[in-house]
């Protein structure tokens, strides 16, 4: 069974960058290239931010950036503003009947 | 612009049928690249996939869920309905639908949710 393992939470000061990561166990997650990342706040329909690992959706700021290496994917988020906060999720779909798995979520907190 | 629009009960009792709908605009739901996913959150925990359906009516679910779930749509109405039985406490939360299109591995657009109570 795969998991994918988060931080319970990030936080940083308004204009720095924060790094949530996403690690992958097990092996029905291919080659792990298709990770997604996705931002809920509360109230609000959960917005992708990052697919296939690196790219961004349009209409989504490039203060958000994603990376992989190795068994760990991370969104970086720079110039952080208070409207950043909540939970960020990642996700993949698997090679398995599983299909789709998310991670256990990061809340991210603008102090 | 793709949106949906999630409805159904707010409160279903325990054992009961829990049925859901996602109203789906900006496309269409006879065409086979597109999908419709059903996934929730219990407060306080992560999110978990529990359905998805395409317009060429192939489905697929969560293996954990899946003896409890049925996902159908009516391409006429543009809508997807969800089907949870013998609900129990523990399934309490905020139900989404969201939009996959194929082959892409992603949930575009989502719906802002349901909050639904299992309590008697």
């Not at chain 1, 697919?51 to 970086?76: E, H, W």
Request: with cysteine.
């Amino acid at each position: 069974q795969s998991a994918l393992t988060q931080p319970a939470s990030v936080s940083g000061s308004p204009g720095q960058s924060i790094t949530i990561s996403c690690t992958a166990t097990s092996g029905d997650l291919g080659d792990f290239k298709y990770i997604s990342w996705y931002q809920y706040r509360p109230g609000r329909a959960p917005r992708l931010v990052i697919y296939d690992v690196t790219s961004r959706p349009s209409g989504v700021s490039n203060r958000f950036s994603g990376s992989k290496s190795g068994n760990t994917a991370s969104l970086i988020i720079s110039g952080l503003l208070i409207e950043d906060e909540g939970d960020y999720y990642c996700s993949s779909f698997t090679t398995t009947t599983t299909l789709v798995i998310f991670g256990g979520g990061t809340k991210v907190t603008v102090l | 612009q793709i949106t949906l629009r999630e409805s159904g009960p707010t409160l279903v009792g325990p054992t009961q049928t829990l049925t859901l709908t996602c109203t789906v605009s900006g496309l269409s739901l006879s065409t086979n690249v597109e999908g419709v996913a059903w996934i929730r959150q219990p407060p306080g925990k992560a999110l978990e996939w529990l359905a998805i359906i395409y317009g060429d009516d192939d489905k697929r679910y969560s293996p954990s869920l899946r003896n409890r779930l049925t996902v159908t749509k009516d391409a006429s109405e543009n809508q997807v309905v969800l089907t949870m039985t013998n609900m129990d406490p523990v399934d309490t939360g905020t139900y989404f639908c969201a939009h996959r299109s194929w082959p892409e591995r992603r949930f575009d657009t989502w719906g802002q949710g349901a909050l639904v109570a299992v309590s008697s």
